[in-house]
T-cell receptor, first 113, second 114 residues
């Protein structure tokens, strides 16, 4: 069966420091990978989307970047964090297109202080 | 463009009563519709989806949803609510041309009181 791992679970970082959140998927090949941000426990904002290694689509211009160095690995990064980067970050995966389900990791809480 | 609306921020029901969480959508093609549940400080869990076929879709934990094309709605329902159903519920929509990217609603908090 497929599983998704996301870490760290919680992170407190000072303003201006770098960020690296990692996500890996097991049990499937060539997944679509996503990074979402959820603010204040409400709606999800799609940040990045990837259909393959090195292929990243940025949905919202911002202080963050994403990379996919391996087929089942997706990394969210920042060189210098802003206070507004605080939130709950969710990695997710799906296979194919159309009606295939997106499955989520357990999330990472980022607090920028 | 695709969009989804969850008109109620909060739904309160008594345990044992039926529950409905509303969702309406807009897509340019045929819709793929999803419901997810989120418990505090957790990721989203998939409940059910509509792709094609029967308008009534059954999912996990006794939940079901009815697709209504004319009203562009996909309401989540359960005949008898449990206190443990209390959580944040998200509706999501995707059309077949959107390369796997879904749009999520803002969520509805369901509170089931004993």
């Amino acid at each position: 069966s497929q599983t998704i791992h996301q870490w760290p679970a919680t992170l407190v970082q000072p303003v201006g420091s770098p960020l690296s959140l990692e996500c890996t998927v097991e049990g499937t090949s060539n997944p679509n990978l996503y990074w979402y941000r959820q603010a204040a426990g409400r709606g999800l904002q799609l940040l990045f989307y990837s259909v393959g290694i090195g292929q990243i689509s940025s949905e919202v211009p911002q202080n963050l970047s994403a990379s996919r160095p391996q087929d089942r690995q997706f990394i969210l990064s920042s060189k210098k964090l802003l206070l507004s980067d605080s939130g709950f970050y969710l990695c997710a995966w799906s296979v194919g297109q159309g009606g295939n389900t997106i499955y989520f990791g357990e999330g990472s809480w980022l607090t920028v202080v | 463009a695709q969009s989804v609306a969850q008109p109620e921020d909060q739904v309160n029901v008594a345990e044992g009563n039926p529950l409905t969480v509303k969702c309406t959508y807009s897509v340019s093609g045929n819709p793929y519709l999803f419901w997810y549940v989120q418990y505090p400080n957790r990721g989203l869990q998939f409940l059910l989806k509509y792709i094609t076929g029967d308008n009534l879709v059954k999912g996990s934990y006794g939940f079901e949803a009815e697709f209504n094309k004319s009203q562009t709605s996909f309401h989540l329902k359960k005949p008898s609510a449990l206190v443990s159903d209390s959580a944040l519920y998200f509706c999501a929509v995707r059309d077949g041309t959107n390369a796997g990217k879904s749009t999520f609603g803002d969520g509805t908090t369901l509170t089931v009181k004993p």
